[in-house]
């Protein structure tokens, strides 16, 4: 049984908007850190964005185009994706780890521990 379900992906234009969700049904997600992570072909994973108790962390090249949120009733994580660009095309992942052990920043290591990972969710951004 998948811990972490993605979804929202799509192919979109240069310009376009994306919002991608992860399902988190089996958590109760307010005590956790969450991370959006993305592994284009050829290139290492990359931390996109986190949030852990109240704070945000967004790696440079998404700054004011990319937005993250979360709804612990609903049990739910959220990516907004504006104005997209040719290079966010990636295969995108949701993380999750206790808040207590992590920081936003900290979160958004690749290499650090996660306690779930999603299955990923494709972005296509192209002409």
């Known amino acids: 049984q998948l811990q972490l379900v993605e979804s929202g992906g799509g192919s979109v234009e240069p310009g376009g908007s994306l919002t991608l969700s992860c399902a988190a049904s089996?958590?109760?997600?307010?005590?956790?850190?969450i991370g959006w992570f993305r592994e284009a072909p050829g290139k290492d994973r990359e931390g996109v964005s986190c949030?852990?108790?109240?704070?945000?962390y967004y790696v440079d090249s998404v700054k004011g185009r990319f937005t993250i949120s979360r709804d612990n009733s609903k049990k739910m994580a959220y990516l907004q994706l504006n104005n997209l660009k040719p290079e966010d095309t990636a295969i995108y992942y949701c993380?999750?780890?206790?808040?207590?052990?992590?920081?936003?920043?900290?979160?958004?290591?690749?290499?650090?521990?996660?306690?779930?990972w999603g299955q990923g969710t494709q972005v296509t951004v192209s002409s």
């Open positions: 949030i852990s108790e109240g704070s945000t």
């Open positions: 993380a999750i780890r206790l808040a207590a052990a992590t920081s936003a920043p900290e979160m958004c290591v690749p290499s650090a521990k996660k306690d779930y």
């Open positions: 089996r958590f109760a997600l307010e005590h956790y850190a």
